[in-house]
């Protein structure tokens, strides 16, 4: 039987490592927002993703609150959060996902939303279901208001994403009182 074949290598997936990443963040905004500096950042397949930030933010100076919004976090970023507040370099938290996230049946497999919820609790971090998309994230140290708007879900997204990183107080504030009421919402 006549034919032909071309032999190629295997597609390899693009490993994340959170340290690099979080390295060329800071190498590419040469340090971290001041009150005067927003930076705009786009992302190339798997560059840096939403916890690169944080972890940009957590090497420099403790993050005392962490209000974070979004569809989905991923278990290893998830524990790594854990992880900071273990080490002291993360104190308060407290996570707005998405109904999907309770619900998605790969996570029920190994109970993944049940481990989130208890780490949660061990933790004293709140986490609120609600019908969100949005991907906010907030960050207060003492001295700094860090507000991260990105189309990046907590979790290593090997997609091209967009970053709005900036030290607001007056902005921080505007998103911090948002989710305080939809948090008070669900609670009825």
């Not at 497999?109 to 208890?118: P, V």
Request: positive net charge.
């Amino acid at each position: 039987m006549d034919g032909i074949v071309k032999r190629l290598s295997a597609k390899q997936a693009r490993p994340f490592i959170l340290n690099h990443s979080s390295r060329e963040i800071i190498k590419l905004m040469g340090q971290l927002p001041d009150a005067k500096t927003v930076y705009k950042l786009i992302s190339f397949s798997g560059g840096f993703a939403s916890e690169s930030f944080i972890k940009a933010v957590a090497d420099r100076e403790p993050i005392e609150e962490l209000t974070a919004s979004t569809l989905r976090i991923g278990e290893k970023q998830f524990n790594y959060l854990s992880g900071l507040n273990d080490s002291g370099k993360l104190m308060k938290a407290r996570f707005f996902v998405g109904s999907i996230m309770k619900s998605d049946t790969k996570s029920e497999k190994y109970d993944y939303y049940t481990r989130f919820c208890d780490v949660c609790e061990k933790n004293s971090w709140r986490h609120i279901v609600v019908n969100n998309h949005s991907k906010i994230i907030l960050m207060r140290t003492d001295k700094n208001w860090y507000v991260l708007e990105t189309s990046s879900n907590l979790n290593e997204n090997p997609k091209i994403e967009q970053y709005s990183f900036e030290n607001s107080k007056e902005l921080y504030d505007f998103y911090y009182d948002f989710f305080d009421k939809l948090e008070l919402s669900r609670a009825r």
